[in-house]
């Protein structure tokens, strides 16, 4: 079964706008990390928030993490056209031989 | 931008064809990761290795090989394609040691079996 599911599965919004898009996770991890993949291409690694850390800054990303609601929030303030794709979130599990599980993702789409 | 790449970027054959899709990253690392992605859907490992000469299935059931003669190559090998083999395939690597778990892809390939 999927460890991360995103919420919602896709969002469209207007330049400058924040988008928040949401992932809930299932078992205890060890850190929960972002990734983001344009239409076609592979993924790229955005932002990493160990069990231990509440919230993440990093340029116009912001990412919060609840454990005891197995929760994490990605914000992307003042989004751009360019932040047009998909976003995923990936848990590495507690004490599991350290492999990445994908959620489904959300589709972002900002429109000029 | 990561240095890991893969070729061909898209692939279109005929049913029961042998196909390798390659995959080589020159950053060091030892671990490399297969996944398979259908469209805006999420990924799923289909094979992993964590050095030279291991190999391991992933959470996906594929009928596909791989092999790691060499760190910076990891070739997935599919003997005899079929049309529910058609999906986007996916390979990453990450380095040994503290804060290993961030996985560097390359662009993908887009296999298409007819």
């Known amino acids: 079964s999927q460890q991360g599911e995103e919420d919602p599965q896709a969002l469209s919004i207007q330049e400058g706008e924040n988008a928040t898009m949401n992932c809930s996770y299932k078992?205890?991890?060890?850190?929960l990390q972002w990734y983001r993949q344009n239409s076609g291409r592979g993924l790229v690694h955005l932002i990493l928030?160990?069990?231990?850390?509440r919230e993440k800054h990093s340029g116009r990303l912001r990412v919060t993490l609840d454990t005891s609601k197995k929760s994490s929030s990605l914000l992307i303030t003042a989004s751009r056209a360019a932040d047009t794709a998909s976003y995923f979130c990936?848990?590495?599990?507690?004490?599991?031989?350290?492999?990445?599980?994908f959620g489904s993702g959300t589709q972002l789409t900002v429109l000029p | 931008e990561a240095d890991i790449y893969q070729t061909p970027r898209y692939l279109v054959i005929g049913t029961g064809k042998k196909i390798t899709l390659e995959c080589s990253q020159t950053m060091g690392h030892d671990k490399m990761y297969w996944y398979q992605q259908d469209p805006g859907m999420e990924l799923h490992l289909i094979h992993y290795s964590y050095g030279v000469n291991s190999t391991e299935k992933g959470d996906l059931s594929s009928e596909s090989t791989v092999s790691r003669i060499r760190t910076e190559h990891f070739p997935l090998t599919l003997e005899s394609a079929r049309p529910s083999h058609t999906s986007q395939y996916l390979c990453a690597s990450s380095r040994e040691g503290p804060s290993t778990d961030t996985q560097y892809f390359g662009p993908g390939t887009r296999l298409t079996v007819l």
């Open positions: 928030i160990r069990s231990n850390e």
């Open positions: 990936a848990t590495v599990p507690s004490g599991s031989a350290r492999q990445l599980t």
């Open positions: 078992t205890s991890i060890n850190n």
